[in-house]
T-cell receptor, first 110, second 109 residues
């Protein structure tokens, strides 16, 4: 079984809809992250959490929110999706300096 | 603003050839990491370099960290089709990673 799982793996939605992407991990790590990946731009940090009571904005947090429901769960929400949020979204966990990534969610906003 | 610049953006070579990918920054990082990403998957860590001037080898892959800890290179010797992937460098600062845009490497048989 995968250590970091993301659901859904693919999602197509319309402008203005609320979307939630979910991430679960079985690695027992305290630190979790959400990134988006766009062609030619690499991965950019949206939000991160160093423990259950800690939430921090990353480089590109506008239009997104997160919830850390438990050590193992970190959800990303788009309150009102817009087309330029079309991207590949990755969740990651870390212990020390190595980050472990989930398989990604491909989100398309029409 | 991309703090880490990777070059080239795309590299296509034949099996058996050598290749080098570069990662440059104007910032100093406490450490620098290289990840490889394959289609449909998340990035996977290859190596972490910490000390200026450090060289690490992982089978046919050689990683160097610049003396000033601002730049790094990845050299692959005798590339194989299994080396195909997106190679990403990432600088660690205050517990967070800053990623470069990546270099897409394609090795054809």
């Amino acid at each position: 079984d995968a250590d970091v799982t993301q659901t859904p793996r693919n999602r197509i939605t319309k402008t203005g809809k609320r979307i939630m992407l979910e991430c679960s991990q079985t690695k027992g790590h305290d630190r979790m992250y959400w990134y988006r990946q766009d062609p030619g731009l690499g991965l950019r940090l949206i939000y991160y959490s160093f423990d259950v009571k800690d939430i921090n904005k990353g480089e590109i947090s506008d239009g997104y929110s997160v919830s850390r429901q438990a050590q193992a769960k970190f959800s990303l929400s788009l309150e009102s999706a817009i087309p330029n949020q079309t991207a590949l979204y990755f969740c990651a966990t870390s212990e020390g300096n190595e980050q472990f990534f989930g398989p990604g969610t491909r989100l398309t906003v029409l | 603003t991309q703090l880490l610049e990777q070059s080239p953006q795309f590299l296509s070579i034949q099996e058996g050839e050598n290749l080098t990918v570069y990662c440059n920054s104007s910032s100093v990082f406490s450490s620098l990491q290289w990840y490889r990403q394959e289609p449909g998957e998340g990035p996977v860590l290859l190596v972490t370099v910490v000390t200026g001037g450090e060289v690490k080898k992982l089978k046919r892959l050689t990683f160097q960290f610049g003396d000033a800890r601002k730049d790094s290179s990845l050299h692959i010797t005798a590339a194989q089709p299994g080396d195909t992937g997106l190679y990403l460098c990432a600088g660690l600062s205050w517990g967070k990673l800053q990623f470069g845009a990546g270099t897409q490497v394609v090795v054809t048989p």
